[in-house]
Nanobody, 121 residues
């Protein structure tokens, strides 16, 4: 049974940084694409960043230049480094895994429970 567990969320002032981590268990995701999504109050789930099995990345426009996604296949983990945080980044952040190695599609199949990120001004 595959499981994704997020950590690293918290409260930070605008302009600050946070690093989110996602640990996978029950399944090895080395050959599968991984990603991060977020959902703000009253909003739908939004794509944030993704990385394929070879390390190629993709970001939504609003976080380009500020967020960096990375993975450590040896540890079966994925991280999201968030710099220059803004109040509008406040949301629950979810780690996700895709059945396949590529990012030709943004359909993901496995989801974590989420971690709260709150950015104050």
């Amino acid at each position: 049974q595959a499981q994704l567990i997020e950590s690293g969320g918290g409260l930070v002032q605008a302009g600050g940084s946070l690093r989110l981590s996602c640990a996978a268990s029950g399944h090895t995701f080395t050959n599968q694409a991984m990603g991060w999504f977020r959902q703000a109050p009253g909003k739908g789930r939004e794509f944030v960043a993704a990385i394929n099995s070879g390390g190629v990345t993709r970001y939504t426009d609003s976080v380009k230049g500020r967020f960096t996604i990375s993975r450590d296949n040896a540890k079966n983990t994925v991280a999201l480094q968030m710099n220059g945080l803004k109040p509008e980044d406040t949301a629950i952040y979810y780690c996700a895994a895709r059945k396949y190695a590529t990012l030709g599609s943004l359909t993901f199949d496995y989801w974590g429970q989420g971690t709260q990120v709150t950015v104050s001004s």
